[in-house]
């Protein structure tokens, strides 16, 4: 049976289990899509339809692949907008498929900007499909690039609108699986043998645990090994961080933990020392096990002495079954390291326990991350934060209990991701009450886009932390700092956002009491329930105080 390429497009998207495709405003397939049955959610520029993709394939752990379209062709506006966004999937190897419009036959050369030539660093494959029978050929070729390996963009251009037709019966489509690769046994067998000699081994667990959605395997394989759980920011809620072994991802406990280890065990992880993540001390007289996914990360930063390279589930089912070999069933629960790590967590508490407690006015931003924990329920939610302030203080007391119970992102920290990373949230969780923890940059970004939140009816709520300016732009982290020149934004009686944004269609309060804190919570969560987005701006003080990252 013949059919439109683009509607034959739309069917093998449907077939893929794709449930919505994220748009800016346009493209040779939202027709088809219409047509097809396929949601279309329409944000209100090309990088937040990029970005709910990439999210929504965040926080379904590898399950579902976010699809956007953007505009392209001859008039690339829309794609050189979304670069940004391919770019933040890219580095944070997020799988998403990206369509736009290709360049039309004979149009070549017409553009200064060749869409290849400016994609093709920071995606995992550019398809072409420049047939109509191509479409199953391509998208194929999608879907195995996007579930198979380390996860990362694609981009898939199509001639335009009404690009003629093929043949459903002679080019058929099914669905591609994706491919995961088990490590090899002998490299499973001599990271355990180094797991077992150790005297301090510290597991480190990064993202790849959840590409693989494998944090039940993870905790099996921590309760059998009794070790240690450090997680980094893009790991954090793969291990349930009020177990006894878990030592969070940054701070003093985790500094006391890296510093005094033998045995770095990573699991998931790159192993890359960035500007959001931790630092292996004294790297070259440490044991390294680096079990990961890609082979690119293996000796990168650090000399790894037993790589172990395979998809993260795989490899902890392969880790548990050695471990339970090499020792009987596991080893024994071991109270001193318990103990050390419960006086650590107790020592954490005295010195941001009376934070969260707080009455001060400006309110201390840790008295609203204190709130909300006591107002959400930690076992059905989603929390996110900025970039600035609000990613290093909520990383560091936030108690994440529930895979994706919290997102942490940022190889690169784009402001404004929260947003985007709540609404694929919501979209993926309809159940759990969605946060996103914002500063005052991260609002700028997300302005535009807040409309789209009220036609949709997505209850999720923004906080938005404002205190007056880039808090970590100040005197000191920049020598000098960028104040006063560039550091400070208008106060809230000049610029009032929760005013603005309740015109928008928020429900939409400013707070100023700590006792008003856990009530205006309670009422924005009472709105969301009725498929509403609330919006909480808290008058804040600057308070640039969090866990630190291991530098060297
Ligand atoms: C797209 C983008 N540009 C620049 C930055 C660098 N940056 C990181 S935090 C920040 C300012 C954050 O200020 P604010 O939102 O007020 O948060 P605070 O730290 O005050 O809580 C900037 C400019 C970034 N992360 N992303
Ligand atoms: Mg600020």
């Known amino acids: 049976m013949k059919v439109k390429a683009t509607n034959g497009l739309a069917r093998i998207l449907k077939a893929e289990g794709v449930p919505w495709v994220s748009t800016f405003p346009v493209s040779g397939m939202n027709n088809a899509l219409g047509e097809e049955g396929v949601p279309i959610i329409m944000m209100r520029d090309e990088r937040y339809a990029v970005a709910i993709a990439d999210a929504f394939s965040r926080v379904t752990c590898g399950k579902k692949i976010g699809v956007c379209t953007v505009m392209g062709g001859v008039n690339p506006a829309g794609l050189q907008v979304a670069y940004g966004a391919i770019a ?125 959605d494998a944090t039940d395997e993870l905790l099996k394989f921590v309760e059998m090994a009794q070790v240690p759980v450090l997680t980094t920011l893009k790991g954090k809620s793969a291990f349930p961080e009020n177990h006894s072994l878990s030592i969070g991802v940054r701070g003093e406990l985790a500094d006391s933990f890296l510093h005094s280890c033998d045995l770095l065990f990573a699991i998931g992880s790159s192993l890359s020392p960035g500007r959001f993540g931790q630092t292996i001390p004294d790297a070259g007289h440490k044991t390294i096990v680096q079990c990961t996914i890609n082979e690119l990360d293996v000796n990168k930063s650090y000399k790894v002495d037993h790589a172990v390279v395979g998809d993260a589930k795989f490899t902890l089912q392969a880790l548990i079954d050695e471990l339970s070999r090499q020792t009987g069933g596991g080893v024994k629960s071991n109270q001193t390291l318990i103990n050390e790590i419960k006086a650590g967590k107790k020592q954490l508490s005295v010195k941001y326990g009376p934070l969260m407690e707080s009455d001060d006015k400006p309110i201390n931003p840790y008295r609203v991350y204190g709130d909300l924990m006591k107002t959400i329920d930690l076992n059905s939610s989603f929390v996110t934060h900025e970039s600035g302030n609000t990613r290093d203080q909520s990383s560091t007391v936030y108690e994440a209990v529930i895979p994706r119970g919290y997102l942490g992102w940022g190889n690169v920290s784009t402001l404004g991701f929260s947003l985007a990373a709540t609404i694929a949230a919501k979209l993926a969780y309809p159940e759990r009450q969605c946060v996103a923890l914002t500063g ?26 404002n205190n007056g300016g880039f808090a970590g732009y100040g005197p000191g982290f920049w020598g000098e700092g960028h104040d006063p020149y560039t550091f400070v934004v208008s106060e809230h009686s000049v610029a009032n956002y929760s005013e603005a944004v309740k015109n928008l269609g928020f429900y939409a309060e400013y707070i100023s009491e700590p006792s008003e804190i856990i009530p205006a919570l309670k009422r924005a969560f009472a709105e969301n329930a009725q498929n509403r987005p609330a919006y909480l701006e808290f008058a804040c003080s600057k308070y640039p105080v969090f866990g630190s990252w291991v530098t060297k």
Not at 136 to 147: G, K, L, N, V
């Open 88 to 212: 933040q999937a890219f580095e944070d190897g997020s799988p998403l498929i990206c369509i736009t419009d290709g360049v039309p036959l004979g149009a070549s050369g017409n553009s200064h900007y060749d869409m290849d030539l400016g994609l093709k660093s920071v995606t995992k494959w550019i398809g072409h499909i420049d047939m109509p029978h191509r479409v199953p050929e391509i998208m194929r070729r999608a879907f195995t690039y996007a579930r198979s390996g380390r996860p990362g963009p694609v981009l898939v251009t199509i001639p335009g609108r009404g690009f003629g037709e093929y043949d459903e019966d002679e080019y058929p489509y099914t669905p591609v699986k994706g491919w995961k690769w088990a490590p090899d046994p002998e490299d499973v067998k001599a990271a355990v043998k180094t797991l077992l000699v150790a005297k301090k081994p510290l597991l480190f667990v990064g993202e790849g645990v959840f590409r693989a």
């Open 440 to 465: 005052d940059a991260g609002v700028g970004y997300m302005l535009g886009n807040l409309e789209a939140l009220v036609r949709y009816n997505i209850g999720i709520t923004i906080i938005h932390i």
